[in-house]
């Protein structure tokens, strides 16, 4: 069986309770919500999850904090079927993505808990990478908010050329939004950041 490779950033999202909680309205700015509901998210954790559930053969790959937000994302990746050899455990947090529901009910990023550089996947560490298994990898699966970190960015440079020299295939996610980093800071030189 083939084997999808997913790599970037990761987090463990918080979206408010659900509607019918009095604390939770559409359209609530982040200040003025008074509880928080757990979830797994960021776009390459979301492909592993979603892949692993079909039975599918993928691979995370990230850093993850020494923290109970990182066992809990763990745990459930695990639980999705997904392999995590190639998951780094790390002194910094486990990143947290505030989410908000606008007055239609679509989602609206508010921001991290914590600076965004003070964060355990700001530092893959690029020879930890399991780089014989991405090289012989089907698909390598990136996202883009990982560019924005010196340390992971230049993991993931690493990363595709591996793939790349093994005749991988290689997609970037889109997933960049204006409240984390500036747009222009990351689409302006993609292409050419990331071997494109």
Known sequence: MATIYTMAAHSKAFLPLPAEDSHCKKGLPR???????????????????????????????????????????????????????????????????????DNKGDREFAGFGLPSEQYSDCYLDEEQLPLDDIKTSAVLVTGTLALAHPQTRNALRRAVRVAREGNSKYRILLAVHDTFIKISSVTKNLRPEMGA
Request: hydrophobic share 35%; charged share 30%; proline share 3%.
């Open 31 to 101: 200040d003025k919500v008074k509880s928080w509901t757990p979830f797994a998210g960021g776009a390459t954790c979301n492909v592993a999850t979603a892949v692993g559930k079909l039975g599918m053969d993928v691979v995370f790959i990230t850093a993850l904090g020494k923290d109970e937000r990182g066992d809990q994302l763990l745990e459930l990746i695990k639980r999705s079927g997904v392999k995590t050899h190639g998951v780094q455990r790390r002194d910094e947090p486990t990143r947290d993505v505030y989410v908000v529901q």
